[in-house]
């Protein structure tokens, strides 16, 4: 089966860090991608692996094992504009991308 | 801006209308991408087109429809329409990142369908 697990809320302090974690089960894998999506507004790319290891953007970090199945998104220095989704996508090959629902990312004061 | 542009923003119909959602990729790329998003749900795949194919199938229905024309851009046709197709459908157009099919995609800002 195909499925994806992204924590479904998480709230954090400005100029903290945070770690989202996204877990996924595809028949294929050959990448994952995660994505910012504000309310009502359309996703935009942030990161993407293809091996194991970290690649940093930035304030951004995304890491990847292909073997535990797992990946998370790091982000540092934490601005009140951060306050998003973040969606966690899994490229299964054949053209076709399975996105999760999403964390829903809270900044406070 | 990601370049991508969909129209219209927002759609109201009744249950059994058909409607077409438009989209018009960024310049250059040649696959086109629509996915549905229903609330709390996450971006569900429907089709994917590349330079006036089909490439893959994702879980849409019969009722649902879609083709990409010579000049690159794509509609989305939706019929028999019932409540439960209310959702914000994205188009997205992508730059291969590897020869595999790779790719980044860039969303469109969304089509807001109500069906009352």
């Known amino acids: 089966g195909q499925n994806i697990d992204q924590p479904t809320e998480m709230t954090a302090t400005e100029g903290a860090i945070v770690q989202i974690n996204c877990t996924y089960q595809?028949?294929?894998?050959?990448?994952l991608f995660w994505y910012q999506q504000h309310a009502g507004e359309a996703p935009t790319f942030l990161s993407y692996?293809?091996?194991?290891g970290l690649e940093e953007k930035g304030r951004f970090s995304s890491f990847l094992s292909r073997s535990k199945g797992y990946s998370y998104l790091l982000l540092k220095e934490l601005q009140m504009k951060d306050s998003a989704s973040y969606l966690c996508?899994?490229?299964?090959?054949?053209?076709?991308?399975?996105f999760g629902t999403g964390t829903r990312l809270k900044v406070l004061a | 801006d990601s370049g991508v542009t969909q129209t219209p923003k927002h759609l109201i119909t009744a249950t059994g209308q058909r409607v077409t959602l438009r989209c018009s990729p960024r310049?250059?790329?040649?696959?086109v991408y629509w996915y549905q998003q229903s609330l709390d749900q996450g971006l569900q795949f429907l089709i994917q087109?590349?330079?006036?194919?089909?490439?893959a199938k994702g879980n849409i229905l019969e009722r649902f429809s879609a083709q990409q024309f010579p000049d690159l851009h794509s509609e989305l046709n939706l019929s028999s329409l019932e409540l439960g197709d209310s959702a914000l459908y994205f188009c997205?157009?992508?730059?291969?990142?590897?020869?595999?099919?790779?790719?980044?995609?860039?969303f469109g800002a969304g089509t807001r369908l109500s069906v009352l």
């Open positions: 692996n293809v091996l194991d």
């Open positions: 595809t028949s294929g894998f050959n990448g």
């Open positions: 087109y590349y330079n006036g194919e089909e490439r």
């Open positions: 997205a157009s992508s730059v291969a990142v590897t020869s595999g099919g790779l790719n980044i995609q860039y």
């Open positions: 310049s250059g790329d040649l696959s």
């Open positions: 996508a899994a490229y299964s090959g054949t053209y076709k991308y399975i």
